[in-house]
Structures are given as C-alpha cells and as structure tokens.
C-alpha cells in the first residue's frame, strides 16, 4: 500500500516538473499578421509564442528586401509589442492581450510578448 502512494505521488512530482517550465515561457493563443507574396497578402500565425523574448518574423526580417508585415492580431494571453524594425528595433507599438490588433498601416517586422 505504501509503495503505491510513493510510486503515485514520484510520478505526480515528475508530471509537475515536466510540465510547468515548458509553459512558464511561453504566452497560451494565437498571434497572427499577413505578410507580402508576389501573389498578394498570405497569413502567418505563431501558436503559443515564447515570452520575454523578441521575435523576429522571418517573412519581414530583411528591411533592405522584404516588405514588412502588417495587419497583426493578437489572440494570446499576454500583451504584444510589435516593432517596424527586426530584432525588436525602431517604433513600437502595444497590442491588448486577447483582443488587440493593428490595421494593414501598422507594418511590423518583430514583436515581444510580455
């Protein structure tokens, strides 16, 4: 009887520590942005970003060749900092958690989820 708990209350713990660094760093939803084809605009979405860390969108990241991206809408848990230059650069501009989002005007080539 007591084996059972301790083998039920070692696998509990290990569950816990498994389970709670993997989601300590990232934000739960969905941003997504359209980004420039020579086709037209297509859509791109990160599903449960990383936190507290800047990203760069790669379909943008070249200043010098891509166009930026635009149109961002932020459906994740945390608020969005979206930035007009790569690695977290240039003017900024915040998006609500859940309900944010940002007209075609607001061109975005990295962004920050705090």
């Not at 989601?23 to 420039?36: C, I, K, P, R, V």
Request: hydrophobic content about 30%.
């Amino acid at each position: 009887m007591r084996l059972r708990h301790t083998v039920a209350a070692g696998l509990g713990a290990l569950t816990l520590a498994l389970t709670v660094p993997a989601s300590a760093g990232a934000t739960s939803g969905q941003f997504s942005y359209l980004y420039e084809t020579h086709s037209g605009p297509e859509p791109y979405t990160l599903v449960d970003p990383p936190s507290h860390e800047c990203l760069t969108l790669p379909q943008a990241a070249d200043p010098h060749s891509q166009p930026p991206a635009h149109s961002p809408r932020n459906r994740t848990a945390s608020r969005a900092v979206v930035y007009d230059g790569p690695d977290c650069t240039g003017q900024s501009f915040a998006l609500r958690a859940h309900t944010g989002y940002g007209t075609e005007r607001l061109k975005v080539r990295s962004v920050y989820f705090e």
